[in-house]
Structures are given as structure tokens and as C-alpha cells.
């Protein structure tokens, strides 16, 4: 497939996903200890623009920073509440996006969506992933204001923040279907770990990383 093609099918994926997009329920359970999941630390929290990435024209545009920033903050949020013993590393590369513009809000108006590769690694494993192909998410947006589109009622920001959050959401999901990835948390030392902690202090990345 070249690029050219790949760039076509991504773009009418991205669009056909933005008008039969419905409302999603919003992210409730950040409350509490985190679900358990072996020895799962947070090592590295990588988020770059891929080089085939995709906006169609109909979208509202945003720096690339301004999403790197975004989805490493609700991934930090989702995932640095663990407490295990061992590192692994999330590494999400941003294919492409459509945010709903402002317009008439009729039903069938674009939704906003999201759609990111995800790979995983365990740092015990010498930088190889743990599957072969990276998992492919492809997310809307949260609240009943989705079902018009959110063009009207969010700012691209908190668009953009509201598809992060249920991104992140989709990755613990597929994390937690496979938890013998993350060990057997019987093996660590209660003196140096525990349930869960707050969410770990986060630095800004500074500049837009690509692929």
C-alpha cells in the first residue's frame, strides 16, 4: 500500500468514524485504588505525531504539542497511580484525528474522534514490544453533547482531552484483558510497593515529536 493510499484509507476511516460516532459514557473510574495488574510500574510514557499522520479538512486543527501533552497527561493520570515493581513503557503514536467544528447542531453532524497506534514494552525485555503489531484504537469523544456534535459546546482543547481520556481508558481496558503480561503481583515486596498511589507528577514535553 504507499503512502498516498494510506493516507486515503486513514482519512475516510477517521470520517466515516465521525458520523456514526454516539455518545459515550463519560470516565468514572479513576476513583480509588487502581484495578490490579501484576507488577505493572510506569516506566516511560511516550507520545509522538506519526509521519503518514491524518486530518481531514473538515476538522478543527491543534498543535501538535498541545496533543502530545494531552495524551500523556491522561495516560499519566490513568496509569502512574500503580505501584508494582516492574517497569513497562506505553508508547502511543497519534495517526490522525477529526475535531467537530462549530455548526448546525442536527444529529449527523461530524463527531470528533481519535485514532492511535499503542505498543507495549517491558524494560526487562531490552526495548522489544511485547506484541509484534502495535494495538489500534480508534476513540470518541465523552457526553451526551457527542450526540450533535461538541463543535458548539467544548473548545478543541477540551475536545482534544476528552479523546485522550477515553483513549487512555481503551489502552488500560486492553491491558487488563491481558494481565499475565504484567507478572504475578504474589512476588513483590509489600515494604516497596503497594494497591495503588496518587497520580505521579508529570513534565510538559516542550515541542512536537515525530516518528
Same mark, same amino acid.
Given at each position: ?7 486515503? /484509507?486513514?482519512?475516510?476511516?477517521? !470520517?466515516?468514524?465521525? $458520523?456514526?460516532?454516539?455518545?459515550? %459514557? #463519560?470516565?468514572?473510574? =479513576? ?61 502511543? /503514536?497519534?495517526?490522525?484525528?477529526? !475535531?467537530?467544528?462549530? $455548526?448546525?447542531?442536527?444529529?449527523? %453532524? #461530524?463527531?470528533?474522534? =481519535? ?97
Amino acid at each position: 500500500m504507499t503512502r498516498l493510499t494510506r493516507f486515503r /484509507a486513514r482519512a475516510a476511516a477517521l !470520517l466515516l468514524a465521525a $458520523g456514526l460516532a454516539t455518545a459515550c %459514557a #463519560p470516565v468514572t473510574d =479513576l476513583e480509588g485504588p487502581p484495578q490490579p495488574m501484576g507488577r505493572f510500574l510506569l516506566g516511560h510514557n511516550i507520545v509522538v505525531i506519526a509521519d503518514d499522520f491524518e486530518v481531514p479538512g473538515i476538522s478543527r486543527e491543534l498543535a501538535d504539542d498541545v496533543w502530545i501533552n494531552t495524551v500523556r497527561s491522561e495516560m499519566n493520570t490513568r496509569f502512574s497511580r500503580y505501584d508494582g515493581d516492574q517497569y513497562f513503557h506505553i508508547s502511543t /503514536a497519534i495517526l490522525g484525528y477529526v !475535531l467537530a467544528p462549530p $455548526g448546525i447542531p442536527i444529529v449527523g %453532524a #461530524p463527531k470528533s474522534v =481519535l485514532m492511535a497506534d499503542v505498543y507495549l514494552f517491558r524494560d526487562s525485555d531490552g526495548g522489544k514490544p511485547i506484541t509484534e503489531e502495535p494495538k489500534r484504537f480508534t476513540v470518541l469523544e465523552e457526553g451526551g453533547d457527542v450526540i450533535v456534535g461538541s463543535g458548539l459546546t467544548r473548545t478543541a482543547e477540551e475536545q482534544a482531552q476528552s479523546l485522550a481520556r477515553n483513549l487512555a481508558k481503551q489502552v488500560h481496558e486492553w491491558m487488563l484483558e491481558n494481565k499475565e503480561w504484567f507478572g504475578d503481583a504474589s512476588l513483590m515486596d509489600p515494604a516497596t510497593t503497594s494497591p495503588g498511589r496518587p497520580v505521579q507528577p508529570l513534565e510538559p514535553v516542550g515541542t512536537a515529536q515525530n516518528s
